[in-house]
């Protein structure tokens, strides 16, 4: 197992990111909002975890780093 060194702020993007997706996908398979509605928000959804992994990926590639220094 690897160790990963991450501050409390970073980890919180990281499972916000997750959260995002998560809902986002499902957002888009549920049926209990309007299709058109639904679609529009579960994309944003996506979206904004797709575009806030970045960061985060970075993020852990660096705590890897810095854990392996160690």
């Known amino acids: 197992m690897r160790n990963v060194l991450l501050n ?3 980890f919180g993007l990281a499972v916000a990111t997750r ?3 998560g809902a986002g996908v499902g957002l ?3 049926d209990r ?3 058109q509605r639904r679609r529009a928000i579960g994309a944003g ?3 904004l975890g797709a575009v ?4 985060v ?3 852990v590639v660096r ?6 220094r160690l």
Do not use: F
């Open 8 to 10: 409390l702020p970073t």
């Open 57 to 59: 990926v970075r993020a």
């Open 33 to 35: 909002i309007q299709p």
């Open 45 to 47: 959804l996506i979206a």
């Open 28 to 30: 888009m398979l549920a």
């Open 19 to 21: 959260a995002a997706l």
């Open 52 to 55: 806030t992994t970045i960061p």
């Open 63 to 68: 705590g890897r780093h810095e854990a392996e």
